[in-house]
Nanobody, 121 residues
């Protein structure tokens, strides 16, 4: 059973930085697409960034100057800097065996429980 576990969240002040991690287990094949999504209270889950095993990287336009995604085999990280209160969300790691990047959460069968990132002074 594929399992994803996020870590690295926590309270951060505006302008601060955090690095989220997502580790995986329970699979023998490579999870070729690994992604970060986020969901703020009362809002729909939205795509943040995707990293494929083949080197593909996409990132949400509104955060591309602040967030960086990286991965090493079946671990993915999201480096976030210059955080603002509007980025307060629960951040989720998602994965799938297919390679093409997708920003649609419905395309990802495997999800972590998320890690909360409150941005507040």
């Amino acid at each position: 059973q594929v399992q994803l576990v996020e870590s690295g969240g926590g309270l951060v002040e505006p302008g601060g930085s955090l690095r989220l991690s997502c580790t995986t287990s329970g699979h023998s094949s490579t999870l070729k697409s690994m992604a970060w999504f986020r969901q703020a209270s009362g809002k729909e889950r939205e795509y943040v960034s995707v990293a494929t095993h083949g080197g593909g990287r996409i990132i949400k336009l509104s955060v591309k100057d602040r967030f960086t995604i990286s991965r090493d085999n079946n671990t993915v990280w999201l480096q976030m800097s210059s955080l603002e209160p509007e980025y307060t969300s629960r951040y989720f790691c998602a994965a799938r065996f297919a390679e093409p990047t997708s920003t649609n959460p419905d395309d990802y069968p495997f999800w972590g429980r998320g890690t909360q990132v409150p941005v507040s002074s």
